[in-house]
């Protein structure tokens, strides 16, 4: 009888089907009786995928470099040189997905990830991928050359490519880290990044739903130590918005290090202007709408809660008080605050309201590009479960193509060398 070759991918997001149609297409071309088998815990595959990008899945980006990512850098780097944004968006070509690009970003041509999905599923139907689902793989074991998972399942290679613990509505709730470990694998501390943050601040439910294009800095214990320009939005209790969400992996960091460090988010509500500028034309306000009241100087600037906030910060009344009233220190003040608005940061929204873990496997256990394990012979592990994760703009998606594509490869060559052997 043939010996049947089998790899079982434990995981049917983004890494794992990258994974998983490459190494049936190279075990396919080859022509051996092979069979790739994916084990997912959800009832339907790739659920996480579907909300990508606000279901638009922004699935890689043209402008990679190293300050995109976190974690093992250069790991990471070794894969992303052999399978950058240009063999994405070859690789979606050849599973018919043609891509359009957006200030950097790369997108479906169709902006839906709904096709993304359907056409990740169908090219892998068409190679002879299985896919087991409603099935969470709670325990691997290696018995001489053969994996047995769940004390049923038999593989000869396996490729954990479960996720980190982000969103675990969409299925990564950090089960990957646990099987690992017992694997033997070493674990990084992991915190959530991408994500939004909690402010201590009376004011966030008056300003709830407010969005402003500006530069968000957040500071520990008063010292700079991220900044980033774009969308932040006022939620009731906090932060969000891309901006924001850039920042957050450094309050997990700061909180690691020190938990009583003083957090703060300082807000630029008006980068376009400077503080003369803004100082500028308060004065001007001043000279033409000498008894309106303080309520109405800022809202040709700013939206008129936040404009609220901001005169309730420098302790002015926007009601009783008159413009023309406004003395030199008063509009300074004002003038300081919408260029530093400052929140108290208490913590982040945590793993569930996460995209992405910061953390995780740690990669010198790997062989770099073939993603092997250095520890267990055959097995593999691609995608967020690793120490690797990245900013907003398609870069964590393109890590999971990227490795899970050279999982995929490298495991598909190892079962043919054995098999010629
Ligand atoms: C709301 C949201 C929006 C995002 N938007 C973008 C974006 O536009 N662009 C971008 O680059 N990145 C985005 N990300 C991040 C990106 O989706 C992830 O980094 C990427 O999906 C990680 O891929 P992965 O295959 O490693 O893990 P996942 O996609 O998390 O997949 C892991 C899979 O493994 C399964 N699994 C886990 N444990 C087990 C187990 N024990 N047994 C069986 N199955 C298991 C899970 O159910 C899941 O299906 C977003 C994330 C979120 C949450």
Redesign the pocket.
């Known amino acids: 009888m043939v010996d049947k070759k089998s790899i079982i991918i434990?995981?049917?997001?983004?890494?794992?089907l990258a994974a998983a149609i490459n190494s049936a297409r190279i075990l396919k071309e080859s022509g051996g009786d092979f069979c790739v088998t994916v084990?997912?815990?959800?009832q339907r595959?790739?659920?996480?995928?579907l909300?990508?990008?606000n279901g638009r899945?922004?699935?890689s980006n043209v402008n990679i470099s190293k300050s995109n990512y976190h974690g093992d850098v250069d790991f990471a780097f070794c894969a992303l040189n052999e399978f950058g944004a240009n063999q994405t968006i070859d690789f979606f070509k050849s599973i018919g997905v043609l891509t359009t690009q957006e200030d950097g970003r790369i997108y479906p041509m169709n902006l839906s990830a709904n096709s993304v999905l359907d056409c990740l599923r169908l090219e892998a139907s068409r190679l002879g991928v299985e896919f087991i689902c409603q099935?969470?793989?709670?325990k691997i074991e290696k018995k001489q050359n053969t994996f047995l998972i769940n004390d049923e399942i038999k593989a000869d290679c396996v490729i954990i490519?479960?996720?980190?613990k982000?969103?675990s509505v969409?299925?990564?709730?950090g089960?990957?880290y646990k099987?690992l470990s017992k694997l033997g694998h070493s674990i990084s501390n992991t915190s959530p990044a991408l994500v939004q943050l909690v402010s201590s601040c009376d004011f966030c439910k008056h300003l709830k739903g407010i969005r402003v294009n500006g530069k968000i800095t957040l500071k520990i214990n008063n010292k700079n130590v991220k900044t980033e320009y774009g969308e932040i939005l006022f939620t009731d209790y906090g932060l969000s918005g891309i901006a924001t969400m850039q920042v957050a992996r450094y309050v997990s960091v700061g909180k690691g290090k020190n938990p009583s460090a003083k957090i703060t988010a300082n807000i630029d509500m008006a980068c376009a202007l400077s503080y003369n500028d803004i100082c500028d034309y308060i004065n001007e306000r001043k000279k033409i709408n000498k008894q309106l009241s303080c309520e109405n100087l800022l809202i040709g600037i700013l939206q008129k809660r936040v404009a609220q906030v901001v005169l309730k910060k420098c302790n002015i009344s926007p009601q009783s008080k008159e413009i023309q009233t406004l003395t030199k220190s008063e509009i300074q003040s004002i003038a300081s605050c919408i260029k530093n608005f400052e929140m108290d940061i208490t913590e982040t929204k945590g793993f569930d309201s996460s995209?992405?873990t910061a953390g995780g496997a740690i990669t010198c256990e790997f062989e770099p590009v073939s993603f092997k394990s250095k520890k267990v012979k055959n097995l593999y592990a691609?995608?967020?479960?690793l120490n690797v994760d990245?900013d907003?703009?398609?870069?964590?998606?393109?890590?999971?193509w990227c490795s899970?594509y050279l999982a995929g490869k490298s495991c598909a060559e190892e079962i043919l060398n054995v098999k010629n052997k």
């Open positions: 434990i995981g049917a997001g983004a890494s794992g084990v997912e815990q959800l595959v790739g659920k996480k995928i909300a990508t990008g899945c922004n699935l099935l969470p793989v709670l490519a479960t996720g980190g982000s969103s969409h299925g990564s709730n089960s990957g099987l995209q992405v691609c995608g967020e479960v990245a907003c703009g398609g870069y964590n998606l393109q890590w999971a899970g």
